[in-house]
């Protein structure tokens, strides 16, 4: 997969070439066994056969969504849906992501694109025999090719979780890919002398390219149980009988934005003005009465990259991404979950073709490790945040041409503390006691803090010497504990003790009898939230009113304190009122208005903000027809042991499928209300025994 391999192979067509798709070959003597939650167990003769099947699968269960992402990542959602996308289309084709895309399917191993088409061919197989099923609208998508399944990968991992046109046009600062909870447990820790680990992550709930997907897909030589993001065809998430994985995401810099000196039509670069090589590209936008209008323009280039004029109208820029040479994301992922041992698994990271993601580990032999994964830019200097912002592009010296190898990564195996975890903060506190020093890496690999206190719940539910069981680990899992209200209410209730107004009386009447879980029959939860965000803006994160800041040389109890005692009393009486003002009560059950509602599914929930320091993650969308329901937190849930026998259970919060009318939207639902999960069937004995359909390739 040299860069030569896929410079040749970008000069191959134009700036959208069409490819014939491939004939799927090798992918017959298969089946799914479709269990009684709507999730794929797919057995194949042939590694393209799992594919196959495994894209059959995914369309029947998510099929109008995989073809209008399908479609977006082409650059053609405007030619097929209207002028309401075409900002993202012009994005994917500025950035050359359709001619990339062919030279990323190129390099493939004959294997891997002989599975990525037997994915696509899994996916046309169906609609062909289903079209009835999937919205008139999506069909134009069709057929899939192998293409379109790197291309979608490449700019899910390139184009949204790296360089998003938000990002990078707009707000650096833009989190497009949601946060997660990570854990691996050692034996040392473990009550049963087996190491175990739990997968977490926390994206949107609405439909999209972040939606999850649960499935078992085993070919020769391989079984691996997990959830990906629908329209990618191997698991992100999983794990097999010897050992898994799981990811949250980091907070690499993959990419810089370079603040260019415009000059006599060209740019500043080392003293000369330099012209911008420049093409003319071009996309489809389809109008109100079904014709097309073809809308062309001319992408200048400097040495950095792709130019770009700023929404100021004063910035121009020039972006360089991190990872435009390395087309292997999809196979590391295959590779990682084909592993049966700690040296197979190392040598897939090593090759490191996944661009972000801290990736946390643990196998049968007994190691865990978390790992800072990504394909991050060597700097001479600098640190994190003077590479987050505009970087002069003026002058070669600020221009990277590396990247740092696996070696130079942030990583923790087997710490002497038994466990490691992540929720999305900065690499330094994986576990505790702290065994990273940020001063042995350059500046700008991670800042040092503040860690949340969703990452500091973490660490205390797993911190110290004693032997964690498999019921425990799972009961720690489901903990709605707020460290924030742990920390900082027996100082409010001191401080507002003596008041005598009486909204103030009646907020500690309120808080004095909450257990600071956030929990259906709460009457506390909501009035804590409400003055938890006047005292902590900007999502429960500003320091700006403790008393002492948050350290690293006390990580796991700071912030701390009440800077101001009168004026977080103060603060306490106007949560009253925007309480009753949003909820109608000070002492609205939290059940009452926090819901868990799909369809017709409604019921009570439990789980809140993250940084409030809670771990059970449910972030909440604003009320609406007298109810607050999730737009982002728990989604894929998935603890295992590797013991014998193994132990599994997990839970898709949102059901395993998005078609209309699908049961299989929110049978789950109830699970996450009750703090439960389910045992996920490995064996195909206990998949028979919950049958629900079988298909046949």
Known sequence: MQASLLAAAMAVGGANPVVAPTQAAGTKGGEILWDSFGVPHIYAATEAGSFYGFGYAQAQSHGNLLLHMYGESRGKAAEYWGPALEAQDKWIVANDVPQRSIAWYKAQTPQMRADLDAFAAGINAYAAAHKDKL???????????????????????????????????????????????????????????????????????????????????????????????????????????????????????????????????????????????????????????????????????????????????????????????????????????????WAQFSTALKTLQVPMFNIVYADRAGHILYLDNGILPKHADGDFASWNKLVPGDNSATLWKDVHPYEDLPKVLDPASGYVQNTNDPPWLATYPRVLDPKKYPAYV?????????????????????????????????????????????????????????????????????????????????????????????????????????????PLATPRGLKDPAGAVALLKQAVTKTKALYGAVDRPYGEVSRFHIGDVNLPANGGMGNTGIFRTITWGPMKNGERTPVAGETWVSMVEFGTPMKAVGVMSYGNSSQPGSKHASDQLSYLADKTFRTLWLSRADVTKHLEETTKF
């Open 135 to 341: 919205a008139p609208e999506v069909l134009q998508v069709l057929p899939i090719t192998g293409i379109d399944i790197i291309q979608h990968a490449h700019r899910l991992m390139n184009y949204m979780y790296i360089a998003s046109d938000r990002r990078v046009l707009v707000n650096p600062a833009t989190n497009e890919a949601g946060g997660s909870n990570a854990w691996a447990v050692a034996p040392s820790r473990s009550a049963s002398g087996h190491a175990m680990l739990l997968a977490n992550p926390h994206l949107p709930w609405a439909p999209s390219l972040l939606t999850y997907y649960e499935a078992q897909v085993s070919g020769p030589g391989f079984s691996i149980y997990g959830a990906t993001q629908v329209g990618l065809p191997i698991l992100r998430f999983g794990f097999n009988n010897d050992l898994g994985f799981t990811n949250t995401v980091n907070t690499i810099t993959g990419y810089t934005s370079y603040k260019l000196t415009l000059a006599d039509g060209g740019y500043l670069y080392d003293g000369k003005v330099l012209p911008f090589r420049t093409e003319t590209k071009s996309y489809k936008v389809r109008q109100a009465d079904g014709s097309l209008k073809t809308v062309s323009f001319t992408q200048r280039f400097a040495i950095q990259g792709p130019v770009f004029d700023l929404p100021d109208g004063k910035t121009t820029i020039a972006l360089k991404v991190a990872g435009l040479d390395r087309p292997g994301v999809l196979q590391q992922y295959l590779d990682m979950g084909k592993a049966r041992t």
């Open 446 to 554: 991670a800042v040092v803090g503040p860690m949340s206190q969703r990452s500091q719940m973490s660490n205390l539910l797993l911190a110290g010497k004693d032997k964690i069981s498999f019921d425990q680990f799972v009961d720690k899992k489901v903990t709605t504990r707020s460290l924030m209200a742990d920390r900082m209410l027996p100082d409010l209730l001191k401080a507002a003790a003596d008041s005598t107004d009486p909204d103030v009386q009646q907020a500690v009447a309120v808080l004095s009898a909450w257990d600071h879980r956030d929990e259906p029959g709460a009457r506390g939860a909501l009035l804590f939230e409400t003055w938890a965000l006047l005292f902590a803006p900007n999502n429960f994160t500003s320091q700006v009113n403790y008393a002492e800041k948050w350290t690293i040389d006390d």
